[in-house]
């Protein structure tokens, strides 16, 4: 199963998307932010122009591991974007996942629109590494 990730900020919102496999990510695109209700609708269109199964959304927590203003402002677009589609949608933690993606790119963190769908695909990794896979057993 395809899985779609978002990496949602306030200027823009990072996706990643799996193989067919469900187990390795890749970036996909960077969208402007533009409004909850229209971006919900755009990254549901991709979702399903690319078939995923699932949506994670990278859920930002404050420094002792908490939701914030920040969470909660992610967790009203999963809303906008749950009525926007039947695939279920749900939540991932995201720390550190830019810091990660400067790391990983070498960019500075200022350079973030190569990094939104960078942060997205280390999400989703994150995200598919701790799903138990069934490996299809062979039957007798």
Partial sequence: MRVLAVD?????I???ISDAGGRVAR???????????????????????????????????????NNGPAARRVQR????????TAIPVTYWDESNTTRRAAELTGQK?????????????????????AQPHNPHPIAP
Avoid: M, N, S, W
């Fill in 8 to 12: 949602h900020g306030q200027v823009r």
């Fill in 14 to 16: 990072g996706l990643a």
């Fill in 27 to 65: 970036p996909l695109q960077a969208l402007a932010h533009v409004a909850r209700a229209a971006d919900a609708a755009r990254v549901a269109q991709l979702a399903a122009e690319h078939a995923a199964g699932c949506i994670v959304i990278g859920l930002p927590k404050d420094g002792e591991g």
């Fill in 77 to 84: 677009f999963g809303a906008a974007l749950a009525e926007h």
């Fill in 109 to 129: 963190r200022t350079a973030r629109p190569a990094l939104d769908a960078i942060a997205a695909a280390i999400i989703l990794q994150d995200y598919l590494d």
